[in-house]
């Protein structure tokens, strides 16, 4: 069972516009992370949400997580070809457990 | 320079063969984690550790074993690999606590013949 899903799996846009990806589950998760992957490479962190409705940016990304704790959000704004890459959810549920599960993934595609 | 340096990066064997691919963090971190990242499939969390001699089964443990011997390494082992594990293979680390965040090594491309 994936505990964390992304969407959209796939997405492909010319350089300059807007968008958003989204991360949602149906367990509380004690904080939430997105990762950006290259090809062949590891996950590096982007950013880290903890309270619920926090939002946080990174320069053009804006990363929400829920109320409820639940799901998360990011939004890139004016997208550039640098930002082409697999985008992560993650996240360790406070029910106490340490597995720390990944989203589903989105992978983003930046035309110039 | 802080870092989770896995070895090798590459590495083809054969069926029942076994194999071991290190991963070693200079970060001093308690919690350790093998991934393994499949097209379609995403990451999945193979084994963890908490701490040494502590670890736990992930979502996909079958046809792996680990150890946490001591805090900086954290090796996973093949003992008969098969060509379904063929994969990409990512070691993590991490403080325990909130946040959790997740440092990542370079990965392991394994292909079994």
């Known amino acids: 069972t994936q505990l964390l899903e992304q969407s959209p799996q796939f997405l492909s846009i010319q350089e300059g516009e807007n968008l958003t990806v989204y991360c949602n589950s149906s367990?509380?998760?004690?904080?939430l992370q997105w990762y950006r992957q290259e090809p062949g490479e590891g996950p590096v962190l982007l950013v880290t949400?903890?309270?619920?409705?926090e939002v946080k940016k990174l320069k053009r990304l804006t990363f929400q997580f829920g109320d409820a704790r639940k799901d998360s959000s990011l939004h890139i704004t004016a997208a550039q070809p640098g930002d082409t890459g697999l985008y992560l959810c993650?996240?360790?549920?406070?029910?106490?457990?340490?597995?720390?599960?990944f989203g589903t993934g989105t992978r983003l595609k930046v035309l110039a | 320079e802080a870092q989770v340096t896995q070895n090798p990066r590459y590495l083809i064997t054969v069926t029942g063969k076994k194999l071991t691919v290190t991963c070693s963090q200079n970060?001093?971190?308690?919690?350790m984690s093998w991934y393994r990242q499949d097209p379609g499939l995403g990451l999945r969390q193979i084994y963890y550790?908490?701490?040494?001699?502590?670890?736990d089964k992930g979502d996909v443990p079958e046809g792996y074993k680990v150890s946490r011997k001591e805090k900086r390494n954290f090796p996973l082992i093949l003992e008969s690999p098969s060509p379904n594990q063929t994969s990409l293979y990512f070691c993590?680390?991490?403080?325990?606590?909130?946040?959790?965040?997740?440092?990542f090594g370079q990965g392991t491309r394994l292909t079994v013949v």
């Open positions: 993590a680390s991490s403080r325990t606590g909130t946040p959790f965040e997740a440092f």
């Open positions: 367990s509380v998760f004690s904080s």
């Open positions: 949400v903890v309270t619920g409705g």
């Open positions: 993650a996240g360790a549920r406070a029910s106490g457990t340490y597995k720390y599960i």
């Open positions: 970060m001093n971190h308690e919690y």
């Open positions: 550790s908490m701490n040494v001699e502590v670890t």
